[in-house]
Nanobody
Framework: QVRLVESGGGSVQPGGSLRLSCVASGRTFSNGAMGWFRQGPGKEREFVATISTNGDSTFYANAVKGRFTISRDNAKNTVYLQMNSVVPEDTAVYYC?????????????????WGQGTQVTVSS
């Protein structure tokens, strides 16, 4: 069993920054790729970013490319999402996800384990 716990969400003004964290437990964290997804009000859950097992490969949704950065620290079993230049459209519940394979993936069904989510609200 894998447990993922997100933190770092909150309220931020447009143009501001926020860093989300996700701590994994229950398996060898460094074995699998990780991802961040989000679900806005009345919307489907959508892909945000993914990072490979060793961190040498990342991939982003077009909507966040150049503003968000995903990273990981395998020694701390933690994956991060640095959010810069946020806009109101970034308002959503952000979910951390883990998959068994080492490569990046942008499809929800590729991920077997999910956190409970953390709310991010962008508003002036």
């Amino acid at each position: 069993q894998v447990r993922l716990v997100e933190s770092g969400g909150g309220s931020v003004q447009p143009g501001g920054s926020l860093r989300l964290s996700c701590v994994a437990s229950g398996r060898t964290f460094s074995n699998g790729a990780m991802g961040w997804f989000r679900q806005g009000p009345g919307k489907e859950r959508e892909f945000v970013a993914t990072i490979s097992t060793n961190g040498d490969s990342t991939f982003y949704a077009n909507a966040v490319k150049g503003r968000f950065t995903i990273s990981r620290d395998n020694a701390k079993n933690t994956v991060y999402l640095q959010m810069n230049s946020v806009v109101p459209e970034d308002t959503a519940v952000y979910y951390c996800a883990a998959r068994a394979g080492p490569f990046t993936a942008s499809i929800r069904t590729e991920y077997a384990y999910w956190g409970q989510g953390t709310q991010v609200t962008v508003s002036s």
